[in-house]
């Protein structure tokens, strides 16, 4: 009974061709959150949604893009990636935003080459 | 400056040893202080949250928090080979998570 389900686990990209990781949730949370994370590195945001309201972090490069059509589902868009965005992409879900409790999706792992 | 501070890893201990995680802050305004593990090529779980200082036991984790001094720990009692992971710290503000580097453990038979 998966709750935060992330495809593909695993996606090799070749330089600047665009890229979409999809997160799909089960436990119609209201907040769905984006994180990239680097080998040895915290999770850093780049976004998240409150229902619809779309909201970025300051630092999030406008190379990243995110879509919500609707609550069960979540993606993530890589317009041109460069070798630096290889890194594992978490996708997560909260009740409620400030709520503490998150669920993380497996991650999917990003190649660039 | 972070305003979360992990001690790096790695941590190599016996099995049946107590480990000690330690994460320090910056920012005063954190409201909740969470401890994650995170399995290789999985994604974080949350183990334990608190939001007061003190301590909070569960099972053979306890974690700690002390506001005055902005530090955080977890300890891990009677160690097992299946708690090797990467622990993470997280510390919540205005429903934002800024998480530390993580301190990778693990526990030899």
């Known amino acids: 009974d998966a709750m935060v389900i992330q495809n593909p686990r695993y996606q090799v990209t070749q330089f600047g061709k665009p890229v979409t990781l999809s997160c799909s949730q089960t436990?119609?949370?209201?907040?769905m959150y984006w994180y990239q994370q680097k080998s040895s590195q915290a999770p850093k945001l780049l976004f998240h949604y409150y229902d619809k309201d779309f909201n970025n972090e300051a630092d999030t490069p406008d190379n990243f893009q995110s879509r919500r059509p609707n609550t069960s589902f979540c993606f993530l868009d890589i317009r041109s990636p460069g070798l630096g965005d290889a890194a594992m992409y978490l996708c997560?879900?909260?009740?409620?935003?400030?709520?503490?409790?998150?669920?993380f999706g497996p991650g999917t792992r990003l190649t660039v080459t | 400056q972070k305003e979360v501070e992990q001690d790096p890893g790695p941590l190599s201990v016996p099995e049946g040893a107590i480990v000690s995680l330690n994460c320090t802050y910056s920012n005063s305004a954190f409201q909740y202080f969470m401890w994650y593990r995170q399995y290789s090529r999985k994604g974080p779980e949350l183990l334990m949250y608190t939001y007061s200082s003190g301590n909070k036991e569960d099972g053979r984790f306890t974690a700690q928090v002390d506001k005055s001094s902005k530090y955080i720990s977890l300890f891990i009692r009677d160690s097992q080979p299946s708690d090797s992971a990467t622990y993470l710290c997280a510390m919540i503000v205005a429903g934002k998570s800024t998480f530390g580097d993580g301190t990778t453990l693990t526990v030899k038979p």
């Open positions: 997560a879900t909260s009740r409620e935003r400030g709520n503490y409790e998150q669920y």
């Open positions: 436990l119609n949370h209201n907040v």
